[in-house]
């Protein structure tokens, strides 16, 4: 009796550990699948007027102005359907916010991740030079406010000629704008199911507008459809 009472403690303790661990483990899961889903979306806004200018630029009608589709791929909830943006806008940003939210929602095992981040200048004079891989955007004092130097694929440059917009495919330019705001959007979102299983989408955006609430320019640069 001295032996079995023994070793029902110490069978009850090995007990305990096991169960604590699968407990631990299974705490340590879950919080690697709630930290497997981020979102970031940064308006800097700082006025009630750039407040209309971003809401312009994120309401544009992309797919008419440059004859593109706003997705590659088909916009589903379907972890299986890779969907990658030809564009930034309200309807792209809230469908991939909403892929998020479901994954996340439905506990599906896979790390994604959503960026925006939109930034707004304004200058008496805003000039536009492209040249080779570098493209940047310049103020009054002639400082780069914005500056890409791996342009290498097409970049989408629309101009408009106050009636309509004019495509341009030249691969060198320059424009200069007075007293215009510029609109910068840059997005990306990422999902990631394995070491080589995945997809990310990245796009960089700009947009002139002037001070009466006209769009006067529009480049978009997709980084490309990526798989990992």
């Not at 992309?62 to 102005?65: F, G, N, P, R, V």
């Given at each position: 009796m001295s032996v079995i009472n023994k070793t029902i403690p110490i069978l009850l303790l090995i007990i305990i550990i096991i169960v604590g661990c699968i407990g631990k483990d299974t705490q340590n899961k879950n919080q690697h699948l709630e930290k497997g889903y981020i979102k970031s979306i940064k308006r800097n806004i700082d006025s009630p007027m750039e407040y209309a200018i971003l809401n312009i630029s994120e309401s544009l009608n992309?797919?008419?102005?440059f004859n593109i589709t706003r997705y590659?791929?088909?916009?589903?909830?379907?972890?299986?359907?890779y969907v990658w943006a030809n564009f930034i806008d309200l309807q792209v940003l809230t469908f991939y916010e909403s892929r998020i939210d479901f994954m996340e929602e439905n506990n599906v095992g896979v790390k994604a991740e959503l960026k925006y981040e939109a930034n707004i200048f304004y200058d008496v004079i805003i000039t536009i030079e492209k040249s080779g891989k570098?493209?940047?955007?310049?103020?009054?004092?002639?400082?780069?406010?914005i500056y890409y130097d791996f342009i290498y694929d097409e970049l989408k440059v629309a101009i408009s000629n106050n009636t309509t917009f004019e495509l341009l495919s030249i691969d060198e330019f320059e424009y200069v704008f007075e007293n215009c705001y510029l609109v910068e959007m840059i997005f990306y979102y990422r999902e990631q199911y394995g070491p080589t299983s995945g997809f990310s989408t990245t796009i960089y955006q700009n947009v002139i507008v002037d001070e009466n609430y006209n769009v006067k320019f529009i480049s978009i640069y997709n980084g490309g459809y990526k798989i990992s």
């Open positions: 992309l797919s008419k102005i590659y791929g088909t916009p589903t909830f379907n972890s299986d359907d570098n493209y940047r955007f310049q103020n009054s004092l002639n400082e780069s406010i």
